[in-house]
Structure formats: C-alpha cells, structure tokens
C-alpha cells in the first residue's frame, strides 16, 4: 500500500508523474469491458448461434448459463488466489486464459466445444475480475479512490449501450464470412491489448495477509450449483423425467453439507469459503435472497426479450440490439441519478422506490406486448424499456453498499464475495429458469410464451421487494440491526 499520497507506488512503472495509475486504470476497465460485452452479446447472439450450430433450443440457454455458472463458482476463490500468488500475475493469467477461451468459441464447430469454452471464460473471468478492484485500492491514494471507481460508471454505460448494437451489427454484417464468431473474436485484440498494459503498467505487490484456499468447500459449493441448474435446463426439454426432480433435492442436500463443513472449518481455525456467521446477519441474508431474486429477473428478461424479437416477432440481430437501447440508457441514467446524492438521501427507500418502476416498467411491457400482439413496434415498447431499465438502475446503484454495511469489518472479504458469486448465479437461474418458461410457452404460441414468462418476472420482482424491507435503512447503520 501507499504510505505518502504524494509518492508512487513502491513498484510503480516508470511513467512520468502518476499517469501510470490512470493507464493502469484503463487496462483493468479494458477487461471489465470484455466480461460485460461477453455476457450482454450472447443474448442477442443466442439464436444464430443455434441456427449454424444446431441443438436444441438449451443451446441457447446453456451459453449463457455455462458462462455465468462457472463465474459464480470461480469468484468465491478468485480474491484469494491474487491474495496468495499476487494480483498481476492472477490478473495476467486470467486475460491472457480469457482470450484464448474466447478464441476457443470463436473456432468452435458444434455446441459442445462451445459450452466448454464458455465455461471455460467463466472460470477464467472469474480469477480476472476480482484482481481488479484489489489492484485499484493498491495504486490509488484514498482521495483518489472515488474518481478511479466512478470510472467504471460511465464505461459500463457505454457498454450496455453499444455491446448489444455492436453484437447485431457483427452477426448481420458476417464479415468475411464469422457470423456470430466475430463477437468472441473481437476479445483478442481486446485481451491481447489488456496483458500488455498489465505486464508494463499493474504494480507488482503482493499482500500480506494471504490465507489457504477451501478446496473441499469449492468442490460441494460446486456440485451444488450445478445440481440445481442442469435439471431447470435439460428438465423440459426430457418431459421432466425422474432424475431432474431428484437433482433438485440433491442440490438440497449438498447445501446443507456444505454449511456443515464451513462450520467445522471454522470451529477448527481454518479459514472457511463463506464465513458462516453471515447468514445469522438479517441484512446479510435479506440481501441474498432480494439479490438472487432481482439478478435471476433481470438476467431473464434480458434473454427472453432478444428470443422474442427474433423468434418470435423475425426482427434481425441488429434491429434486436437497437430495440433493447432504451432500457439501457435508463439504467446509465438512473446511475447518474443516484451518483448525484440521491442513493445517500434515501438508502433503502431508493430500492424500493427502483422496484416499483421496474414492476411498473414490466406490467407495461406486458400491456404493450398484449394489445399490440405482432404488430409492436420499438417505439411502442420504448416507455416500458426505459422504465425497466431506469428502476433497475436505481436498485443497483445501492443495494452492495446497503448489504455490506450490515456485515462486521472482518466478514466483509468473505461477504462481498459470496455477494457478487450471488450475482453470477442470479444470471444463470435467469437464463436457465425463466428461458425454460418462455420455451415450455411455444408449445402455445410466441405471444403466450412471453406473456407468461412476463408474469414469472413479476413473481420474482415482488420476492425482491419482500427480500429489501430485511436490509438496513441506510449503508452506514452498522451491524447492530443486523442479528
């Protein structure tokens, strides 16, 4: 760590003046970039991909779905490996391991290799995202700290905002013949690009406070997951056959044995994968359960909204992409709202007062969608999309800070990762949960299916809101009111 704000970091490039934080900065914004536009392009990718490759309409969910699985599992772990081997080296291996991966869908010649690779980014995306924001809170003084994280605000916004156009623009222009594999060529310039800068400008420190990795709580933390998503995936497409239902209460089970042997991890001196005194936190567990909720809602109707434009209504990739801008220009909005002050004012009252838009944005949808029928156009749908969007934005912009100020100082490592894995996992039960809806609805038509997948996106809404009235008032109440 710095110990004078005016000197560079003890192993900072020789850049002149403090350029290099800035540089630095843009490198690790440059591999936040190609997780987002990985997870936002896919969507909109999801049914060309099906048509060149073939399979099943689970194709479609499990690219999404094998991507975001893997990153839950992966992120757990993925701050403790930089805390043991170091920060740039794990930051190295996880971009350079990310664009090879990337590559790997690229070349990819049937489903499998596909979902293999995916999984693979997952996995590797997973030991690159957390170095970042460690890296960060290393090169930068504390009176810089709040300009280097409002940096990812306006780069995520623009990312929201052009991945989805980019990515129709690619598939419809199939340049020199890739189709679909130029959204997952595009990361090696990008990825190439990040391990250079990474290797001349991320300092090289390693922390002190270094602790062994739970290697058996990964591997039941693990099984788990995966027990629980493969059968909301395969299920319907098999009749629901016997075994989905028993791997469903496997994934029961296996939760409970893991909370076992996190305890008596504990008990014994050694660092556990999830500190179990968590979950006796009532901030701690309501922002689980709100946040799991509102993820899953909001990675669905993500998925399903591109599915219905493009099976559904015949809209191209690129007309798909455009369609969707307005939901993300009202979350960037919503971000700059709350950045102005307002998530401070109003704590809590701001994720339900974002809910309430949400919900209000998604009744419309349904509105607009029923009396429109195939006739709708992006316009008609433009109200309801910023809506969505912009209610969002404003549950976002709280709610990890509300969560975490519920926790004590030394369960936050554990809380904030355990927090974020929730997060990936939100968005693999939404692309496995709610696209099994959607899917499961053709068997009656495409306006059915997204009526009732529409409705299923509500039910998920109103958990949400029930899940925040558990978190506190406001992001500096302490943990009193936490038990």
Not at 206 to 226: E, K, W, Y
Not at 279 to 290: E, S
Request: charged share 10%; with cysteine.
């Amino acid at each position: 760590m710095t110990t004078e704000l005016t000197a560079p970091h003890p192993t900072a490039p020789a850049v002149a003046g403090h350029r290099w934080r800035w540089i630095a900065l843009a490198v690790i914004l440059t591999a936040e970039v190609m997780d987002l536009l990985d997870v936002l392009v896919t969507n909109l990718a999801g049914p060309a991909i099906r048509a060149d490759l073939g399979g099943s309409p689970t194709v479609i969910q499990w690219i999404g779905a094998g991507y975001t699985l893997a990153m839950a599992v992966g992120l757990v772990t993925g701050g403790r490996l930089g805390d043991l081997y170091g920060r740039r080296r794990m930051f190295l291996i996880g971009v350079l391991g990310f664009t090879a991966a990337s590559a790997a869908c690229a070349l990819a010649g049937n489903p499998g290799t596909l979902i293999a690779a995916r999984v693979a980014q997952g996995l590797l995306g997973a030991l690159l995202l957390p170095q970042g924001l460690g890296l960060i809170k290393e090169m930068f003084p504390p009176e810089q700290l709040a300009a280097a994280f409002g940096a990812f605000g306006p780069v995520m916004g623009i990312s929201a905002v052009g991945g989805p156009i980019l990515a129709g623009w690619l598939v419809d222009a199939d340049l020199a013949g890739t189709g679909w594999r130029a959204i997952f060529l595009i990361n090696v310039p990008l990825g190439l690009l990040a391990a250079l800068g990474a290797a001349r400008f991320l300092p090289a420190s390693r922390p002190g406070h270094a602790t062994r990795l739970d290697l058996p709580g990964v591997a039941l933390l693990s099984v788990a997951v995966f027990l629980l998503v493969h059968p909301l995936v395969q299920g319907r497409e098999l009749g629901w056959p016997l075994w989905s239902f028993a791997m469903l209460a496997g994934a029961v089970v296996v939760l409970a044995v893991f909370a076992r042997y996190e305890q008596r991890r504990q008990r014994a001196g050694r660092d556990p994968l999830v500190v179990p005194a968590l979950f006796r936190r009532r901030a701690f567990t309501g922002g689980l359960v709100a946040g799991l909720a509102f993820f899953t809602a909001l990675a669905g109707f993500s998925l399903v909204f591109s599915l219905y434009l493009q099976l559904g209504l015949g809209w191209s990739p690129l007309r798909a992409g455009l369609a969707g801008v307005p939901q993300a220009l009202g979350m960037v909005a919503a971000f700059v709202l709350a950045g102005a002050g307002l998530a401070q004012r109003l704590g809590r009252r701001l994720i339900h007062l974002g809910l309430g838009v949400v919900l209000a944005g998604v009744a419309g949808m349904l509105l607009t969608l029923t009396l429109a029928g195939a006739d709708v156009t992006p316009w008609r749908m433009t109200p309801a999309l910023l809506a969505v969007g912009f209610g969002m934005g404003l549950v976002m912009a709280p709610f990890f800070d509300i969560v975490l100020s519920g926790v004590e100082e030394a369960e936050t490592g554990s809380a904030s990762g355990t927090l974020t894995a929730v997060q990936q996992l939100g968005g693999a039960l939404g692309v496995a949960l709610l696209g099994t809806v959607f899917f499961d609805g053709l068997t009656d038509s495409v306006s059915h299916a997204v009526r009732v997948t529409l409705l299923a996106e509500l039910g998920l809404l109103l958990v949400t809101v029930a899940g925040a009235f558990l978190l506190p008032r406001r992001a500096r109440e302490g943990v009193g009111g936490g038990h």
